[in-house]
């Protein structure tokens, strides 16, 4: 087995390590400043337009999209390492690249799926950073870990589809350059179950269409991700050719969204392990207790060995998926997927949480990024499906393999 990069990927790599030392590294205490300053405005702040005006001229973006007419051409296994890097900073780096959540998934639902008018209409203006967008599927009265019991509908009604139903966690609602709304819903509830959702394009400014309030992650508002909302669409009417796909393809294409953006949030994972582990042994190795650096106590060298094992399991396992997802198909991935939805942010969720101990109570405050990198992992277990529900599926899957 080769674990070497490819020419393309190493070059990205130096591309992409130099514009973080360059720029993004630099432009964190600014968008502390910016974000203390700007109140309850949920607009990106000024840093990021001038990051991503640098990320342009360099060509570093829209690296996450392997469709060559649209984005770099890379595949999943080049792109891997590139989103592993943006997760060292994941405030700054993926919006800097156009490569952050949920554009990324609906800028390929938008390349895979979308008619030429939706792509002309949409998907350009999402790849040329005009624009931002949300995703609309969790509901705040069904359990959504099971997609089936969306209980927002789509009906058609002559040439036109209407909807209603409440949303809520709707990721990137909240950006005032939010201009259009990828939304699921039911439009054959009598159907099979995996055959009754469907999904429909919703610009945001037609009318029924109702953003309420910004919902927080342990206290932080996710303004990178444009925000999460609470969403209502009463009566919403939109042209019939907003659809996405067929009527009945919106569980499939949900699934397909999903399973390269979980790889990229797992890459992005392993990158705030990585600057976790950093500050763990830096911090370590300045502090001195009991008469000795922190650093030559047993409990605290068993915690970077242990991280660094972790993370390289981490890591092996989720290029192993892309590298499936590139030869076989995202389908026959499907196993190795979930298993690194499962496995990564609990793995990373551990490195940060010694590497807070260590820190002390400053590990809690702003002074360092981990308390912010901690509520990232930690909300990823419930993102793109709760960490119980891949367990489920994946027991299921295992247990097929080994019957008579």
């Keep these: 087995m080769d674990f070497a990069f490819d020419d393309t990927t190493q070059r990205r790599i130096e591309q992409l390590t130099a514009f973080m030392d360059s720029h993004v590294y630099p432009a964190e205490p600014v968008l502390r400043q ?6 309850e405005d949920w607009s990106a702040p000024p840093i990021v337009d001038e990051l991503q005006a640098a990320a ?4 570093l973006w829209n690296l996450f999209l392997p469709h060559p007419e649209h984005g770099a051409g890379l595949t999943t296994t080049q792109y891997a390492p590139l989103a592993e890097i943006t997760g060292r900073s994941p405030q700054l780096a993926p919006i800097a690249l156009n490569c952050a959540a949920p554009d990324t998934g609906n800028m390929e639902l938008l390349a895979e799926f979308g008619t030429e008018r939706q792509r002309k209409e949409w998907l350009r203006p999402l790849l040329d950073g005009e624009i931002r967008s949300a995703f609309a599927m969790t509901e705040p009265d069904v359990a959504s870990s099971d997609a089936r019991m969306i209980a927002t509908t789509i009906r058609r009604d002559g040439d036109d589809y209407v909807i209603t139903g409440r949303k809520w966690f709707a990721t990137g609602a909240m950006s005032p350059q939010c201009q259009i709304f990828v939304v699921m819903g039911k439009t054959d509830p009598d159907g099979p179950p995996h ?17 309420g309030r910004g919902l927080r992650v342990f206290g932080y508002d996710d303004a990178d991700h444009g925000g999460h ?14 659809l996405v796909g067929e009527p009945g393809a919106g569980f499939a294409i ?3 969204r999903l399973g390269p953006g979980r790889v990229h949030h797992c890459m992005r994972l392993i990158g705030m392990a990585e600057r976790a582990v950093g500050l763990l042994c830096a911090r370590v190795s300045s502090r001195v207790a009991f008469g000795k650096p922190l650093a030559e106590q047993g409990v605290v060298q068993d915690w970077i060995a242990e ?8 890591r092996l396992l989720v290029l192993k998926a892309a590298w499936l997802m590139d030869t076989v198909g995202n389908r026959q991935a499907h196993g190795e997927i979930q298993a690194i939805k499962i496995v990564v ?11 807070i101990q260590a820190h002390g109570a400053g ?10 990198l901690w509520a990232q992992a930690r909300a990823l277990r419930l993102a793109d499906g709760p960490d119980e529900v891949h367990k489920r599926s994946l027991a299921r899957r295992e247990l097929a393999t080994r019957r008579p």
């Design 34 to 39: 910016q974000l203390a300053e700007r109140g």
């Design 307 to 314: 991280s660094r094992v972790r993370i390289e399991q981490a």
């Design 345 to 355: 942010p609990r793995a990373v969720e551990w490195v940060l949480d010694k590497a």
């Design 195 to 211: 055959r009754q959702q469907s999904m429909v394009l919703v610009p945001r400014d037609t009318p029924g269409v109702r953003i």
């Design 254 to 256: 949900a699934q397909a």
């Design 229 to 242: 909302g609470e969403v209502e669409f009463d009566h919403v009417r939109v042209p019939a050719d907003n």
């Design 363 to 372: 590990g809690l405050s702003q002074d360092t990024p981990l308390a912010f």
């Design 56 to 59: 342009k001229a360099r060509g």
